[in-house]
């Protein structure tokens, strides 16, 4: 990976860690199958009100146990794939137009002063994010 993409890669996980964003992880399929299968065997046995226990036991599990939160820094570092990392250093490369890629402390310093430049990396870390890992970020 050459020097420029690795700054922007450090730049993005700094931004993130400052941000303090995070992605859930979400198995709504598995989710919406438990609130079924609990609603269907709470109708099976009580009734309505079986209906009705049986859904709510079933949310009550399925958000106890469907979703996940993670760093974005930790899915960069530890899930992205090579190849996925460098797309993600080329997807925001092009917000740094004229600008040296050489010292991650000096752009964030830049980044501190430049809130429009920020958000703008921080928009396309998230929708580089929410696309190719198909992840929800809070």
């Known amino acids: ?5 690795r700054v922007v890669l450090e730049v993005c996980e700094l931004l993130c860690q400052q941000e ?5 992880i979400r198995e709504s399929a ?16 009580g009734g309505r009100l079986g209906l009705l226990a049986g859904a709510a036991l079933g949310g009550a599990a399925s958000m106890a146990f469907g979703s996940e939160f993670k760093s974005l820094v ?3 570092r530890q899930d992205m794939t090579e190849k996925q990392r460098e797309q993600l250093a080329e997807s925001v490369r092009h917000l740094f137009r004229g600008i040296q890629l050489t010292d991650t402390v000096e752009i964030m310093a830049m980044l501190a002063q430049n809130t429009s430049l920020k958000s703008s990396i921080i ?13 929800s970020v809070c």
């Open 1 to 5: 990976m050459s020097n420029g993409r």
């Open 30 to 45: 598995k989710g919406a199958a438990l609130v079924g299968v609990t609603s269907f065997l709470g109708a099976i046995v």
């Open 123 to 135: 928009n396309g870390i998230v929708g580089f994010i929410q696309q190719e890992m198909k992840c």
């Open 20 to 24: 303090n964003l995070k992605a859930t």
């Open 74 to 76: 930790d899915i960069i």
